[in-house]
């Protein structure tokens, strides 16, 4: 097995080309970076940080898809409860301590006619 390059998130890619309030946005993150059971909280955590255009901070865990340590996939998928301008990054976490983080990234979620997620009904 040929060396690790540095644990790091090597991408990130918003796979949604429109963002919409109340609809899923969806992301794609490379990365590199040891692990032996990629579903093992204690070895590897990769996360989804948000600021949401009124200020509120919102943190989504991100799930593992595929690969190996030397490259593997994980998605986000994310539905904006607000309209405007989102501000994220993704962290990576190697047994409980901060490894890597991405740049940051902005979205803008278009405003939707739609109620939300809950109704009476």
Known sequence: MEPLRAQQIQSVKLLSMVVTQFEKAEFDVVVSAPFDN?????EIVV????RAPSGKPV??????????PEKSLW??????QEA???RYHFQL???????????????VAGSSQA??????S
């Open 38 to 42: 990629p579903f093992d909280l204690r």
């Open 115 to 120: 109620n939300g997620f809950l109704h009476v």
């Open 84 to 86: 405007g301008a989102y």
């Open 75 to 80: 998605k986000a998928r994310f539905t904006p």
């Open 59 to 68: 943190l989504l865990p991100v799930y593992f898809v595929s690969g190996t």
């Open 93 to 107: 976490v190697l047994r409980g301590k901060s490894a890597s983080m991405s740049p940051e990234g902005i979205f």
């Open 47 to 50: 996360d989804l940080l948000l």
